[in-house]
């Protein structure tokens, strides 16, 4: 069975900080792709990283980039320098040979 | 490039009745999901769509139907609502099977009453 787990429901972190959201997952198909999206409180959900099982390096995107290590099977987001902007919930998801599954969420606040 | 578009963007309807959703992919994409969020909680699988095809589908029950039209856009229908069907409904396209990552239209909120 595939399953996404994501054990913070909250963080908290300070303007300028860096601040990593776990995120682990399980299957056993050695293809699959992993993904982090942004939900803001207007409920769009906004494409952040993708990381593809095979790919060797960490997949980066300006600010965000995704500490993948394949054998632990976690996919953690590293928002780097953040920002006001960034409060939001923020969903891991993984798609093997199915719809993209999603984990419970993390909602992030950013403090000034 | 179009993103994926959702429409209506609000839906308030009597329970009982029938409401359908409607979804345009991104030009390209062949694949369809169709996602349930009720507030404050995390996403639920609906319906994958692929080629006209259903091609999986998760644990609702079958007054939750859909279609894939041969332009690869999608309706969503749920029939004889309830009040626990109000939440926002997300739909996102992707290519078939191939890497990279899914995008999501704004979303339709329903609302039962």
């Known amino acids: 069975a595939q399953k996404i787990t994501q054990t913070q429901p909250g963080m908290f972190v300070q303007e300028k900080e860096a601040v990593t959201l776990d995120c682990t997952y399980d299957?056993?198909?050695?293809?699959?792709?992993l993904f982090w999206y942004k939900q803001p409180s207007s409920g769009e959900m906004i494409f952040l990283i993708y990381?593809?099982?095979?790919?060797?390096q960490n997949a980066t995107e300006g600010r965000y980039s995704l500490n993948f290590q394949k054998a632990r099977k976690s996919a953690n987001l590293v928002i780097s320098a953040s920002q006001l902007g960034d409060s939001a919930m923020y969903f891991c998801a993984m798609r093997v040979s199915s719809a993209p599954i999603f984990g419970t969420g993390t909602r992030l606040k950013v403090l000034a | 490039e179009a993103g994926v578009t959702q429409s209506p963007t609000h839906l308030i309807k009597t329970r009982g009745q029938q409401a359908t959703l409607r979804c345009s992919p991104i030009?390209?994409?062949?694949?369809v999901y169709w996602y349930q969020q009720a507030l404050g909680l995390g996403l639920q699988f609906l319906l994958w769509?692929?080629?006209?095809?259903?091609?999986n589908r998760g644990n609702f029950p079958p007054r939750f139907s859909g279609r894939q039209f041969p332009n690869y856009s999608s309706e969503l229908n749920v029939n004889a609502l309830e009040l626990e069907d109000s939440a926002l409904y997300l739909c996102?396209?992707?290519?078939?099977?191939?890497?990279?990552?899914?995008?999501f239209g704004q979303g339709t909120r329903l609302t039962v009453v």
């Open positions: 990381q593809g099982s095979y790919d060797q």
């Open positions: 769509y692929d080629e006209g095809e259903e091609r």
């Open positions: 996102a396209s992707s290519f078939y099977l191939v890497g990279g990552g899914a995008f």
């Open positions: 030009s390209g994409h062949t694949s």
């Open positions: 299957t056993s198909d050695p293809s699959y792709g």
